[in-house]
């Protein structure tokens, strides 16, 4: 897929063109892979919700035994 992100800080830009240099990738490579890297973990949202469920499950099973 192609992504387009406008209004991108110039300092931004230039931290991250410089990262990609220091790893010896290209910027895009370099910003594909972050952007992987973020998909990858799970948002907040996701954490408090999988948190409550766990609770949730933890108090059935103490009024359940």
Known sequence: ????VRDVPEEVTAVLKRRAADE????SAYV???LARLAARPSHQE???RLRMSDSLKAHRLLTS
């Open 47 to 49: 954490i408090v919700a």
């Open 32 to 34: 594909a892979g972050e």
């Open 24 to 27: 010896g990738k290209s910027f």
């Open 1 to 4: 897929a192609t992504i387009y």
